[in-house]
């Protein structure tokens, strides 16, 4: 709190002085707040003296040892003060006038004895408002001696109080006009829109033992309240992590040979990924990891188990962030044929939106009695009635894209629809070949992904 002494003006305030609402923040409806004049101002008034008995301030009369408001000479109307409040057309006014429309008026009159004070005229305005908004308003006054200015801000629930203006002016300041802004604090209002009160007090103070008595006025105007519009917190886009396994050879391996897996991570989100980390489980009666390299230094094996591994592929840019690990697996020599070596990888990462996990295509890498790699995989076709043939797959990864065609026997490829494999990886579609000409055709899938091919040849 800041005491500015300036021409004799007196004033303490939590508000500031002269000052424009911050920026950022936009004026926001205070009905009547700008005091028009009329029936419905929305303002209540109160001239009564013992409204502020009892009051405490550190200001003015208390600094001298006066309780404010104690005066033994006026108890009441008859005895030696009077007050009143109004709407006042400032136009009336021929000197020092804000340059406004209308403004409220507040007036005491009163014998007050050296160094007492007395407030009996308050109006208040009710608004809702909350903590950070700020109330701007212009305030002068008029006086014989001085006039005596507190304004608060009250919650009407709790009664808890601000004190935004509390001044002394003299009556050489006359008619100056002052702009002040206070913000609202979370005591008065703790959390979201709180039903508040803006009261100002006006009270005639004699610190110049004048014997007459001492009529002092308070004027108002532009009452306004301003908030900082609620910052819309940016949309956090989430990460998309697949992961894809590409074993070579890719349909069998011989007991005792050496299996390559290219296991590729890729964020086809929108949003950027802290970390990925993979599981790729490996059948300890099968086969032993040997070793994992990685194309990106942010990768490495965060653990070995028995029965497989794990890695962290480090930060996965959107859109494009990838990161391929190369994980050699030895067959043991005692390896039962017809097993597989492994099951799906899981990824799962960590992102500023949800975070995720995923799975990925099954190898079906096997056991054999020797080394088996092709450049396609076979489709299971069944042929149904009236010429349907469903075409089927379950080597692709989760909600992979898949674009599908058939080529004819005279070579011309027919492109279909792109489908997208379910959670498990596996794709199904249903074939009329009704229309078709006698002759042989294959059907493909091909993965978008796995940049796997499948193929299934017909007959019609």
């Given at each position: ?143 014989y001696d001085y006039t005596d200015v507190i304004v608060i801000v009250r919650n009407k629930k709790t009664g808890v109080s601000q004190r935004i203006l509390h001044a002394l002016v003299p009556e050489g300041d006359n008619l100056i006009w002052h702009g002040i802004q206070g913000e609202i604090n979370s005591a008065v209002c703790p959390s979201g829109l709180c ?204 909600d992979e894209p898949v674009g599908v065609w058939y080529n004819t026997s005279d070579g011309e490829v027919v492109a279909g629809p792109t489908y997208y494999a379910e959670e498990d990886g596996s794709l199904a579609v249903d074939f009329n070949s009704t229309d078709l000409p006698a002759g042989t055709y294959s059907m493909v899938f091909y993965g978008h992904w ?11």
């Amino acid at each position: 709190m800041a005491l500015v002494l300036t021409l004799g003006l007196l004033v303490t305030m939590v508000g500031q002085v002269f000052a424009a609402a911050s920026e950022g923040y936009v004026q926001v409806p205070l009905t009547n707040g700008d005091l028009e004049t009329g029936d419905e101002t929305g303002w209540s008034f109160d001239e009564s003296i013992d409204q502020m008995q009892g009051q405490s301030w550190a200001e003015g009369p208390n600094a001298l040892g006066m309780p404010a408001d104690s005066d033994p000479t006026i108890d009441d109307e008859d005895e030696g003060y009077e007050c009143g409040a109004w709407i006042e057309d400032v136009e009336d006014y021929e000197e020092g006038v804000f340059e406004g429309t209308s403004s409220l008026g507040l007036g005491v009159g009163a014998d007050v004895t050296a160094y007492g004070t007395t407030h009996c005229a308050s109006a208040a305005f009710a608004f809702e408002g909350q903590a950070s908004d700020i109330l701007k308003f212009n305030w002068t006054t008029w006086t014989y001696d001085y006039t005596d200015v507190i304004v608060i801000v009250r919650n009407k629930k709790t009664g808890v109080s601000q004190r935004i203006l509390h001044a002394l002016v003299p009556e050489g300041d006359n008619l100056i006009w002052h702009g002040i802004q206070g913000e609202i604090n979370s005591a008065v209002c703790p959390s979201g829109l709180c039903k508040l009160e803006f009261i100002i007090f006006n009270g005639a103070y004699n610190p110049s033992n004048k014997s007459a008595g001492i009529w002092a006025e308070t004027y108002l105007d532009n009452l306004t309240l301003w908030r900082k519009p609620a910052t819309e917190k940016p949309v956090v886009k989430p990460a998309d992590v697949h992961v894809v396994i590409d074993p070579s050879p890719n349909h069998g391996v011989v007991a005792g040979d050496v299996v390559t897996y290219t296991v590729t991570v890729f964020n086809n989100g929108q949003g950027g990924a802290k970390n990925a980390t993979v599981y790729l489980p490996v059948d300890p009666a099968v086969a032993t990891v040997l070793d994992a390299t990685f194309d990106d230094d942010d990768a490495w094996v965060s653990e070995l188990f028995e029965d497989g591994l794990s890695f962290e592929t480090g930060p996965l840019a959107s859109k494009d962030g990838t990161v391929v690990a190369t994980i050699r697996l030895l067959v043991k020599a005692d390896a039962p044929l017809w097993t597989l070596l492994t099951e799906r990888a899981l990824v799962e990462w960590d992102d500023w939106a949800d975070d995720g996990a995923a799975w990925s295509n099954q190898p079906i890498v096997q056991v054999a009695q020797a080394d088996d790699d092709r450049e396609t995989y076979s489709l299971v076709v069944e042929p149904g009635v009236d010429g349907h043939i469903l075409f089927s797959s379950s080597i692709f990864a989760p909600d992979e894209p898949v674009g599908v065609w058939y080529n004819t026997s005279d070579g011309e490829v027919v492109a279909g629809p792109t489908y997208y494999a379910e959670e498990d990886g596996s794709l199904a579609v249903d074939f009329n070949s009704t229309d078709l000409p006698a002759g042989t055709y294959s059907m493909v899938f091909y993965g978008h992904w796995t940049e796997f091919t499948v193929v299934g040849a017909f007959s019609k």
